[in-house]
């Protein structure tokens, strides 16, 4: 069993580029999320959904984009990268109530 | 709002040392809480969890208790090892229509020396 899968492991991107960073879940969940780690900041949630065709802010949204059009699958777009996107992404599902979060095993993102 | 609170590290322990991570939190009704373990590299993992009062979650030695008087839950562990060096982030799960947000603690990062 796979879990959630993030991919690339690591990306080096200058100001402006853009780029998708991907996320697959195998385990059917209802809810994905999309989480930036920064040193001194702890998990901050960036966009969330609760289905396929439903996506919502969480508390970091500006600059990033998301889609949801699988149950599996919830892409991360990065629309014109900013040295302040530096950061690790985390992805990460659960099955809804009381269940636990399930996280990828982050993407670290340089831009310069 | 809902919060997390837990202790800042870094926690330096020696081998076998008992040890404390405290956490405590803020919300409305019962949320569910869990304890995640985050190696270097990785990704978080569970640890542990509790889903009402006065359960305890348990996991590989560690242990935490739901204590809704004190609102907290509390990470311990008897004997720690050199591989628990990792960081720990307590982490609660909204009750009621709000159960899809997840707030999390600044973690606590430990260091267990032979």
């Known amino acids: 069993n796979a879990g959630v899968t993030q991919t690339p492991k690591f990306q080096v991107l200058k100001t402006g580029q853009s780029m998708t960073l991907q996320c697959a879940q195998d385990m059917n969940h209802e809810y994905m999320s999309w989480y930036r780690q920064d040193p001194g900041m702890g998990l901050r949630l960036i966009h969330y959904?609760?289905?396929?065709?439903?996506?919502d802010q969480g508390e970091v949204p500006n600059g990033y984009n998301v889609s949801r059009s699988t149950t599996e699958d919830f892409p991360l777009r990065l629309l014109s990268a900013a040295p302040s996107q530096t950061s690790v992404y985390f992805c990460?599902?659960?099955?809804?109530?009381?269940?636990?979060?399930?996280f990828g095993n982050g993407t670290r993102l340089t831009v310069t | 709002g809902d919060s997390v609170t837990q202790m800042e590290g870094p926690v330096t322990l020696s081998e076998e040392a008992f040890l404390t991570i405290n956490c405590t939190y803020t919300?409305?009704?019962?949320?569910?809480l869990f304890w995640y373990v985050q190696y270097p590299g990785e990704g978080l993992q569970l640890l542990l969890k509790?889903?009402?009062?006065?359960d305890k979650g348990s996991n590989k030695g560690f242990e935490a208790t739901y204590r809704k008087e004190t609102t907290s839950f509390h990470l311990e562990k008897g004997s720690v090892q050199v591989s628990d060096s990792a960081v720990y982030f307590c982490a609660l799960s909204a009750a009621g229509y709000n159960f899809n947000k997840f707030y999390f603690g600044s973690g606590t990062k430990l260091n267990v020396k032979p």
């Open positions: 509790a889903t009402k009062a006065d």
């Open positions: 919300a409305t009704g019962y949320p569910s």
């Open positions: 990460a599902s659960r099955q809804g109530g009381n269940s636990p979060l399930h």
């Open positions: 959904s609760v289905g396929a065709g439903i996506t």
